[in-house]
């Protein structure tokens, strides 16, 4: 089956722009986690939404946000990009609640965002 | 709060060779724990997972890890690497009321030197 996709694969957007990336996670999961990953701070969770409610927010501005529609695919946006944004956007997509029903969570291969 | 500490960020190894990547957490909850690996401009994918049950955890490509709560630890090993392992590897912890939300360790790279 399809794995996890997410488009664009790269951006390169001047600061101050927006910018909205796209996950579409694969069939039949309802769960789908996004993270930031730069060599600075490593992976860092933005937030994970879950039967289009979210369910998890990491500690982000508010000029990050996120959204899930009916169909479990998700969006997140970036307003009023500044340079440190810069980083490789990663998305999961698990089918269940919690790891503890036994689900593994598989990542798309990024959206790589650069800001100039 | 949890975190993960990944001790080594790089560790050089030849081919054949034994490794260990060593991973400790900091939890006041019962944890569950995973290691991914992640090649060049790639995603992450799942190597192997502690949720509960045997402490010791075997996973794909010959890797196995080990639980032990008393050391708060989850290092990973292998007994023999080979060139295609090398690759950056990342711990992680989460737990039963954060959802799916995945606490990372700073990532290992592993290199691998014929």
């Known amino acids: 089956k399809a794995g996890v996709t997410q488009t664009p694969r790269y951006l390169i957007k001047t600061r101050g722009q927006q910018v909205t990336l796209s996950c579409s996670p694969i069939s039949g999961h309802r769960s789908v986690s996004w993270y930031q990953q730069t060599p600075g701070q490593g992976l860092q969770f933005l937030f994970e939404y879950f039967s289009e409610t979210q369910r998890n927010k990491g500690n982000f501005p508010g000029r990050f946000s996120g959204r899930q529609f009916s169909n479990s695919r998700s969006e997140m946006n970036v307003s009023t990009l500044e340079l440190g944004d810069s980083a490789l956007y990663l998305c999961?997509?698990?089918?269940?609640?919690?790891?503890?029903?036994?689900?593994?969570?598989?990542f798309g291969q990024g959206t790589r965002l650069t800001v100039v | 709060a949890q975190s993960v500490t990944q001790l080594d960020s790089q560790v050089p190894v030849f081919e054949e060779a034994p490794v260990e990547l060593r991973c400790n957490y900091s939890s006041s909850v019962s944890v569950y724990l995973f290691w991914y690996v992640q090649y060049p401009n790639q995603g992450l994918q799942l190597l192997l997972k502690y949720l509960s049950g045997s402490t010791l955890v075997k996973g794909i490509n010959g890797f196995e890890a080990e639980f032990n709560k008393s050391q708060t630890s989850f290092h990973l090993r292998k007994p023999s690497v080979h060139i295609s392992d090398t690759a950056e590897y990342f711990c992680a912890v989460t737990s039963n009321n954060a959802g799916n939300m995945l606490t990372f360790g700073g990532g290992t790279r592993l290199m691998v030197k014929p």
């Open positions: 999961a997509s698990s089918q269940a609640g919690t790891p503890l029903e036994d689900t593994e969570a598989f």
